[in-house]
């Protein structure tokens, strides 16, 4: 999961790059049609909603052990 999220804003970067290389200077239109930047983002969004699933029922026990 933690590969997950490194993945996308590692992707994040490379699109972001490649945008502002080519132009020179940042342009929406550029990041809507050739490399999306928010596209690599959803490895990260997947990684942190499997880190949310994990972590959570892992906190829910300990609670439970105290009672």
Known sequence: MLSCMAVGVLGFAFHL???VADSGAVSLERM??????FAPLLF?????LGLL?????MQS???SDQN
């Open 17 to 19: 790059s490649k945008d």
């Open 32 to 37: 809507r049609a050739y490399a999306p930047i």
């Open 44 to 48: 990260a969004d997947l990684g942190a």
């Open 53 to 57: 699933v994990v972590i959570r029922p």
């Open 61 to 63: 026990t300990h609670s």
